[in-house]
């Protein structure tokens, strides 16, 4: 079946510029993710949507970061007057939780194959 | 805080085994455990909940200590195709349940050689 898709693959922008960064999860997902890698370093979370919400946005670097999931699919990572440091791999991830035996949460994420960011 | 892995790097010849670990100063609900080859997305491997359910790849075991907050990946007989960059991701416990969001270690970087 389908993965989570993101586009664009690329996007290299000039400091100052707007960028859109796109996400569609595994279908039926309810949960939706997003994370930034930096070379050499592990994803680090940005956001968590269950839903149209944003459960927990506490990884969001600063108020020029913003995320949308309006109808409970689709997301877009919005970054406003972007700045050299936001160059990074952005990944989204979805997942649909379900209950182990023991009553615990299985919330494994897959991830896409993510939006590489160059500011310049 | 994110959790610390070790080894940093391991060079394996093919059929040799790897354990790689994950501690982490908090306490957890679940580690999650990806591998991640170059220039693609990660790879889900396995999930470990507290309480010792598991779930993942056959040929993948790993286990998690509770107590300690560590866990640890077996990779036995590895193959070529076992290269790339490990990483466990860590979900803490948040008002009795999980956090939803993972911590990333910074990973450890697998080269299987013929």
């Known amino acids: 079946g389908a993965g989570v898709s993101q586009t664009p693959s690329n996007k290299v922008t000039e400091k100052g510029k707007y960028v859109e960064l796109r996400c569609d999860p595994i279908s039926g997902h309810t949960a939706l993710y997003w994370y930034r890698q930096s070379l050499g370093q592990g994803p680090e979370f940005l956001i968590y949507?269950?839903?149209?919400?944003?459960?927990?946005d506490s990884g969001l670097p600063n108020d020029r970061f913003f995320a949308v999931r309006p109808e409970g699919s689709v997301s877009t990572l919005k970054i406003q007057r972007t700045e050299r440091g936001d160059s990074a791999v952005y990944l989204c991830?979805?997942?649909?939780?379900?209950?182990?035996?023991?009553?615990?949460?299985?919330?494994?994420?897959?991830f896409g194959p993510g939006t590489r960011l160059t500011v310049l | 805080q994110q959790p610390v892995q070790s080894p940093q790097a391991v060079i394996l010849r093919e059929g040799e085994d790897a354990v790689i670990n994950c501690s982490s100063s908090?306490?957890?609900?679940?580690v999650h455990w990806y591998r991640q080859k170059h220039g693609e997305a990660p790879v889900f491997l396995m999930i470990?909940?507290?309480?010792?359910e598991q779930k993942g790849h056959e040929k993948i075991s790993a286990s998690f200590n509770e107590k300690k907050q560590q866990s640890s990946l077996y990779l036995t007989a590895s193959q070529l195709s076992y290269s790339g960059t490990y990483f466990c991701g860590t979900e803490e416990y948040q008002s009795g349940a999980g956090s939803y969001q993972l911590t990333f270690g910074k990973g450890t970087k697998l080269s299987v050689i013929p």
């Open positions: 470990l909940l507290k309480g010792g």
């Open positions: 908090k306490a957890l609900y679940s």
């Open positions: 949507f269950q839903g149209t919400g944003a459960a927990d």
């Open positions: 991830a979805s997942s649909l939780a379900t209950f182990a035996s023991g009553g615990a949460t299985y919330n494994e994420q897959f």
